[in-house]
């Protein structure tokens, strides 16, 4: 047992708890979900964390990459994306620091472990719930305050932080022996998936995003421009955001044209029909 990962897997854990969209210290979904959640920055705490920024940031990436068209529809979810960052990207920090592994050990734990510890969650705020409402028909605040706030509050901490401090702490020697045992096809086939893995949600983004075939131009032009024209992403995303505000003016005036057009066209009607009469 390594005491060095005591302070990194345990600020990690905190970092998971307030990442959580029920967690008020961060305004839940505004700077909890939607910022600390989100597997880029979570990369970027965890390194600090670990003190390596830069490998955090490129576990990070390739998380976030995998998860990016990642949906929730209601309370239904296919994998956990803050249990997913922070545990997969703490436990590689934690072994090899390789972006593949982190990617590999964030959907293992995400699509099971952050599953059943999500649902575990939201069935402990029914009984709650149930207590609070209880409370309020009773004109009792002190039991709504306890079961609206503080009981759910430490139910959150403890199936957040708790798990990925544990799985950070005590899961390095696991997972280091898993990686110097299994055979050297099943680290490679691990790679080669952890690799293609981000592609897949880019892909997937891209069939959300790409509404008419025509719009694949501005993907495959910004892929050359960085693949053999060797500008870096800061210099592509200012071309994106002219050639993107160049095309809005060219479509905008066009569909300003027709609705033009049509209440000319309305008004000469207008004018015949009065000649009419």
Same mark, same amino acid.
């Given at each position: 047992?390594?005491?060095?990962l ?13 990442? =959580? ?7 839940g979904?505004?700077? $909890?979900?939607? #910022?600390?959640?989100? /597997? ?8 600090? !964390? ?6 955090g ?6 998380v %976030?990459?995998?998860f ?20 997969? #990207? ?8 390789? /972006? ?5 050990? =964030?959907?293992?734990?995400? %699509?099971?472990? $952050? @599953? ?11 009984f ?10 009773k ?9 609206? +706030? ?15 401090f ?8 696991? +997972? ?7 055979? %050297? ?12 893995? /981000? ?14 075939? !025509?719009? @694949?131009?501005?993907?495959? !032009? ?13 210099a592509?995303?200012? #071309? ?5 505000? #160049?095309?809005?003016? !060219?479509? $905008?005036?066009?569909s ?9 066209? =309305? ?8 000649? @009419?009469?």
């Open positions: 047992m390594d005491t060095g005591l302070l990194p897997a345990l600020l990690t854990g905190i970092f998971c708890y307030l990442g =959580a969209i029920e967690t008020p210290w961060l305004f979904m505004t700077g $909890g979900f939607y #910022i600390v959640g989100r /597997p880029l920055v979570a990369g970027l705490l965890v390194g600090i !964390a670990f003190g390596d920024v830069q490998a940031i490129l576990c990070g990436l390739a %976030q990459a995998v990016i068209a990642n949906l929730t529809t209601g309370g239904a979810t296919n994998s956990e994306i803050t249990y997913a960052a922070y545990g997969g #990207i703490g436990l590689a920090l934690a072994t090899t620091k390789d /972006p593949a592994v982190a990617v590999t050990l =964030a959907i293992l734990i995400g %699509q099971t472990f $952050g @599953l059943i510890f999500y649902n575990s969650r939201m069935a402990a705020y029914s709650w719930n149930t207590r609070a409402q209880t409370a309020a028909e004109n009792d605040d002190r039991g709504i305050v306890l079961n609206h +706030v503080v009981y759910p509050q430490i139910t959150t901490f403890l199936l957040r932080a708790v798990p990925v544990l799985a950070i702490f005590l899961g390095k020697g696991l +997972v280091n022996w898993l990686l110097s045992n299994v055979p %050297q096809v099943v680290t490679d086939i691990i790679s080669v998936l952890g690799g293609v893995l /981000p592609a897949l949600g880019i892909a997937m983004l891209m069939s959300i995003v790409v509404k008419e075939k !025509a719009h @694949l131009i501005f993907f495959f !032009a910004g892929f050359v421009l960085m693949a053999f024209a060797g500008l870096n992403m800061i592509l995303v200012f #071309i994106a955001a002219l050639v993107a505000y #160049i095309v809005f003016l !060219a479509t $905008g005036n066009a300003n044209a027709q609705p033009k057009a049509a209440n000319q066209s =309305a008004d000469s009607t207008v004018f015949e029909d009065d000649d @009419l009469f």
